[in-house]
């Protein structure tokens, strides 16, 4: 069966700090592979999507940026944090063998201060 | 332009009947998804439409019109643990899904 990791769960940040938040996918192969961003009480923000290594696409012109250096690695960065960017980031996965539906990983709850 | 319209908040009663809505404008369109969010946690899905029509799983059910631009998510013999956030999404071509900000249910004894 397949899982999807998400790590950290929650972060807390200052302003201006450095963000990598990693995402791996088992039990299946060349998954697509999205980011989402949550804000409270909020939809998903498509931030970025990849169909494959090193394809990224981005949705959302902003700080945030997007790496996939594995098939089943996907990890969102910043060089510098802003206070707008505190949220819920969600990693998915759809494709590969399964159909259009994503499954979602638990999550990471950031805070910048 | 993209866009999908729920409404904001519900609220029924343990063992009735709720309808949720959802109306959307897309550039593209290859698919309707409904998925369900408890607090704190993170989306898991509940169904996909792709042709006019219902769909039935247990006690949910969805629902499609392609030509009305029209979905609705049917909760039957509603429980508490049915009280989420019930997300509308449309698939709009390629691999992208747009979401709806989500229908926030309240069931109550």
């Known amino acids: 069966s397949q899982t999807i990791h998400q790590w950290p769960a929650t972060l807390v940040q200052p302003v201006g700090s450095p963000l990598s938040l990693e995402c791996t996918v088992e039990?299946?192969?060349?998954?697509?592979l999205y980011w989402y961003r949550q804000a409270a009480g909020r939809g998903l923000q498509l931030l970025f999507y990849?169909?494959?290594?090193?394809?990224i696409s981005s949705e959302v012109p902003q700080n945030l940026s997007a790496s996939r250096p594995q098939d089943r690695q996907f990890i969102l960065s910043s060089k510098k944090l802003l206070l707008s960017d505190s949220g819920f980031y969600l990693c998915?996965?759809?494709?590969?063998?399964?159909?259009?539906?994503?499954?979602f990983g638990p999550g990471t709850r950031l805070t910048v201060l | 332009g993209q866009n999908i319209d729920q409404p904001t908040e519900m609220t029924a009663t343990e063992g009735a009947i709720v309808q949720i809505n959802c109306t959307y404008q897309?550039?593209?369109?290859?698919?309707l998804f409904w998925y369900q969010q408890h607090a704190g946690e993170a989306p898991t899905f509940l169904s996909y439409?792709?042709?006019?029509g219902l769909e039935e799983k247990g006690r949910f059910s969805s629902f499609l019109s392609r030509s009305k631009g029209y979905s609705y998510l049917l909760l039957k013999e509603l429980q508490m643990k049915d009280s989420a956030s019930y997300l509308c999404?449309?698939?709009?071509?390629?691999?992208?899904?747009?979401f709806g900000a989500g229908t926030r249910l309240f069931v109550k004894a």
């Open positions: 998915a996965w759809s494709g590969g063998q399964g159909g259009l539906e994503q499954f």
């Open positions: 039990g299946t192969s060349n998954p697509n």
């Open positions: 990849s169909v494959g290594i090193g394809q």
């Open positions: 897309t550039s593209g369109f290859n698919g």
């Open positions: 439409n792709v042709l006019d």
């Open positions: 999404a449309v698939g709009v071509g390629g691999f992208k899904t747009i």
